[in-house]
């Protein structure tokens, strides 16, 4: 796939059918929110746990005059601006983000093969300041950055896991249980299980770009331009108490499908009920090997692409 510059894309592809079914997966309307970052009111509309979040009047998109600045000092695990913000929505089982990035020149990630971790979504089966570590879902959308960096979308439900199966194949025994690892398998997407103390595991499935989109070298794809970044996630159905491999992840760089999956396990009879309700801004990674920032323009988030 060629994005608009010309550069060749890693492309992660697969094919799979999706059945719609059931009012609570179709759109309730577009728009839930946007945020310009225009000025630093963000209580006034409707951010919360952490509204001292910075701006900076030097880096913006065209047609904007400021932009969110979230930089890390060197060895630090959060921006200077502290800990997540918060923003509720309406519940939807369909959403869709959309926002401008931009990073520094000597953007350099977390220098792990993980991380750093940047934007979250939360569902009505957490509670409004549930921290991102452990969940009944969590859906994250951030890049992994490895000299350049790669789309990456992710989930847990570290909650959800049947601690008394953990490595079992529960897929086939109960709907009471995790679909990110730990508890089997449903989708077939690798998945990760690993215990966190007191007798608690965590889990994780991602699904990432096979080649770099933010690349350390002035051209295109250079991870110091602003480029547009999209994400689109739908919860998959669920039918006679049973969760069906039906839903959606998508990801677009600068308008080109880059990462795309209809055949997902979001969720299980467990859960009917769940619904995404909650975006953060949280920007986390182990440790900053370098002084680095990367902004943020014009942020969307609605139930559908438009």
């Not at 997966?25 to 000025?39: H, Y």
């Not at 619904?275 to 949280?282: D, V």
């Not at 182990?286 to 920032?293: F, I, L, Y």
Request: proline share 5%; with cysteine; charged share 15%.
């Amino acid at each position: 796939m060629i994005d608009r510059n010309g550069a060749l894309l890693g492309v992660l592809l697969l094919a799979g059918g999706c059945t719609v079914s059931g009012a609570s997966r179709a759109p309730q309307g577009p728009i839930l929110f946007q945020e310009t970052f225009e000025d630093d009111a963000f209580a006034s509309r409707g951010w919360y746990d952490n509204t001292h979040l910075t701006t900076d009047a030097t880096q913006h998109i065209p047609g904007s005059t400021r932009s969110l600045q979230i930089h890390f000092t060197v060895g630090a695990t959060t921006p200077t601006w502290g800990l997540a913000a918060r923003h509720l929505f309406t519940p939807t089982a369909t959403v869709y983000l959309s926002y401008w990035v931009k990073y520094s020149a000597n953007w350099a990630g977390s220098g792990l093969k993980f991380g750093p971790h940047e934007f979250h979504l939360l569902t009505t089966e957490d509670g409004e300041y549930t921290g991102t570590g452990f969940t009944h879902l969590v859906a994250n959308v951030e890049h992994q950055y490895q000299n350049g960096g790669s789309a990456v979308l992710s989930v847990q439900d570290g909650a959800n896991i049947a601690v008394i199966g953990v490595g079992q194949d529960l897929t086939r025994v109960t709907e009471k249980r995790a679909v990110a690892g730990c508890n089997g398998n449903t989708d077939g997407y690798p998945t990760d299980c690993y215990a966190i103390g007191g007798g608690l595991y965590d889990n994780g499935k991602s699904w990432r770009t096979s080649r770099p989109l933010f690349l350390p070298t002035p051209g295109p794809g250079y991870q110091s331009n602003w480029h547009f970044v999209e994400a689109f996630l739908e919860l998959n159905s669920v039918r006679n108490g049973i969760g069906v491999p039906d839903g959606i992840v998508r990801y677009w760089f600068d308008g080109q499908l880059v990462i795309e999956h209809t055949n997902v396990l979001l969720r299980t009879g467990a859960h009917p009920n769940m619904q995404f309700n909650q975006f953060l801004i949280a920007p986390y990674m182990e440790r900053s090997p370098v002084d680095q920032t990367m902004w943020v323009d014009n942020l969307t988030v609605a139930t559908a692409k438009p």
